[in-house]
C-alpha cells in the first residue's frame, strides 16, 4: 500500500487544478488565433448581414446578395485586432489572478493543517509525559512508603519512536504538615 500524506495530497490536486487552468488557457488562445487566420477570406456585409468568401482580397468588394459596396476598412479591422488582444489580455490576467489566489490558499490550507498536525502531536507528547510523570510519581511514592527509601526515581520508556525519562525526588523529608514531603517530577522527551 501506498501512504500519502495529506498535505501532498492537497498540493497535487490544487497543481493539477492550476496546469489544467493554464493548459486551457492557451488551448483558448491558439485556437482563437488559427480560426481568425482561417476566416480572413470571409466577408459579412454590413448592409444584409450575408456572408459570402472573397478569395480575390479585393479593397472593394461587391455583395452578392444586395449588390452593394463594401469597403476594406483598415482601421475597423485595426480596432477588432486591438480589442481581441484585449481580450486575450483580460483572459491571461483572469488566469494569472486566479492562479496566484489559488496558490495562496493551497498555501495557507497547508500551513494551516502543518500547525494543527504540530499542535496536535505536542499535544499527545504532553499527555504521554504527563502520565508517565504521575507513574514516577506514585511508584517514587510507594517504594518510599513500603521501603523507606528516598533515593531519586529515574524511570525510561519509549512511546511511539521517543524516549521519555521521568524523575521523582524529595528535595528533604518530611518537613511538610504532619511530618509530609514534597515530591518534584519531571519529564524530558
Given at each position: 500500500?501506498?501512504?500519502i500524506?495529506?498535505?501532498?495530497?492537497i498540493?497535487?490536486?490544487?497543481?493539477?487544478?492550476?496546469?489544467l487552468?493554464?493548459?486551457?488557457?492557451?488551448r483558448?488562445?491558439?485556437?482563437?488565433?488559427?480560426?481568425?487566420?482561417?476566416?480572413?477570406d470571409?466577408?459579412?456585409?454590413?448592409?444584409?448581414?450575408?456572408?459570402?468568401?472573397?478569395?480575390?482580397?479585393?479593397?472593394?468588394?461587391?455583395?452578392?446578395?444586395?449588390?452593394?459596396?463594401?469597403?476594406?476598412?483598415?482601421?475597423?479591422?485595426?480596432?477588432?485586432?486591438?480589442?481581441?488582444?484585449?481580450?486575450?489580455?483580460?483572459?491571461?490576467?483572469?488566469?494569472?489572478?486566479?492562479?496566484?489566489?489559488?496558490?495562496?490558499?493551497?498555501?495557507?490550507?497547508?500551513?494551516?493543517?502543518?500547525?494543527?498536525?504540530?499542535?496536535?502531536?505536542?499535544?499527545?507528547?504532553?499527555?504521554?509525559?504527563?502520565?508517565?510523570?504521575?507513574?514516577?510519581?506514585?511508584?517514587?511514592?510507594?517504594?518510599?512508603?513500603?521501603?523507606?527509601?528516598?533515593?531519586?526515581?529515574?524511570?525510561?520508556?519509549?512511546?511511539?519512536?521517543?524516549?521519555?525519562?521521568?524523575?521523582?525526588?524529595?528535595?528533604?523529608?518530611?518537613?511538610?504538615?504532619?511530618?509530609?514531603?514534597?515530591?518534584?517530577?519531571?519529564?524530558?522527551?
Amino acid at each position: 500500500m501506498i501512504a500519502i500524506n495529506l498535505d501532498f495530497a492537497i498540493s497535487l490536486v490544487i497543481s493539477i487544478i492550476l496546469i489544467l487552468v493554464i493548459i486551457s488557457w492557451f488551448r483558448y488562445t491558439i485556437k482563437e488565433d488559427r480560426s481568425l487566420n482561417q476566416s480572413k477570406d470571409v466577408v459579412q456585409c454590413p448592409y444584409c448581414s450575408y456572408v459570402f468568401t472573397d478569395f480575390l482580397k479585393q479593397e472593394i468588394k461587391i455583395c452578392p446578395r444586395c449588390e452593394s459596396y463594401i469597403e476594406n476598412k483598415k482601421e475597423e479591422a485595426m480596432k477588432k485586432d486591438i480589442f481581441k488582444n484585449e481580450n486575450k489580455a483580460t483572459v491571461l490576467i483572469t488566469v494569472i489572478m486566479m492562479v496566484l489566489a489559488m496558490t495562496t490558499l493551497s498555501i495557507g490550507i497547508l500551513g494551516a493543517m502543518g500547525s494543527q498536525g504540530l499542535l496536535g502531536q505536542n499535544q499527545v507528547n504532553r499527555i504521554q509525559a504527563e502520565q508517565l510523570a504521575k507513574g514516577a510519581f506514585w511508584q517514587f511514592y510507594i517504594r518510599r512508603a513500603t521501603t523507606g527509601v528516598s533515593a531519586p526515581l529515574t524511570i525510561t520508556e519509549t512511546l511511539d519512536g521517543k524516549t521519555y525519562t521521568a524523575s521523582a525526588s524529595t528535595d528533604v523529608p518530611g518537613t511538610g504538615p504532619e511530618n509530609t514531603s514534597e515530591i518534584t517530577t519531571t519529564t524530558n522527551y
